[in-house]
């Protein structure tokens, strides 16, 4: 995976969320994928990897656009790949009618937090870019009905995302925590919200490292497929 050109590289949690999400029956058999804010095509790409979906990509940042472009092009799954060059709300605004099965975001997560000197930092980490309600809104519209959207956030941040897709008719349905070892608090919260009136919430939670420093066997379970030493 190249990831020269963008800002957020890939990381633990980041890979975690993919293999939890393509692990889903939903993803499995999806039609048409959409990934918002690609980065550098990780999601994407292992979705691809465990579903027959048509993925599309959208990426605002110049440099992880290209990055995701790029990564695209290395892959045996190309044909099924397509990343476009916008923000979410100009894509929703040009396409009002739900195109897809399943979407999936790992969005900024800062909101009050210093910016940094880096323009491409600032777009890829800080909500103020793309607030959530607004993403939220547009995640909505381009959902088919019954889709899913899973959505990676700051543990403490959960509830806030729940309540917002309320307002735009999502349920959560599913509730991962994501715990680095168990003697800490949980650090992300690994979301998936359905297009329905109603839904079945089902919590669980996920432990990354042991006590030594070694993989859980559940970690190892999920990220065996994307890793190549374990």
Known sequence: MHQEHTAMKVCTDACLFGAWAAADAQIQSAKKILDIGSGTGLLS???AQQSNAHITAIEIEAGAFKQTKDNFELSVWKDRL????????????????????CIITNP?????????PDNAK?????????PWDVLAEAAASLLQD???????????????MQ?????????????????NDAKHLPIRA??????QKEATIQRNKIVIKNA????????????KEYYLHL
Not at 82 to 101: G, R, T
Not at 150 to 155: D, E, G, I, R
């Open 82 to 101: 397509d990343v476009i060059h916008s923000s979410i709300q100009d894509y929703a605004s040009n396409n009002e009618q739900p195109l897809f099965d």
């Open 163 to 179: 309540k917002l897709t309320l307002n735009y008719g999502l349920q959560l349905s599913e509730e991962c925590l994501m715990f």
């Open 122 to 130: 600032n777009l890829a980490a800080h909500s103020t870019a793309l």
């Open 108 to 116: 900024p997560f800062y909101e009050s937090d210093l910016n940094s």
């Open 190 to 195: 690994m979301l998936k919200f359905v297009k």
């Open 45 to 47: 790409l292992m979705l």
């Open 146 to 160: 019954n889709g899913a959207w899973f959505v990676l956030v700051p543990t403490l941040r959960a509830y806030t």
């Open 212 to 223: 030594d420093q070694s993989y859980t066997t559940e970690f190892t379970t999920l990220l």
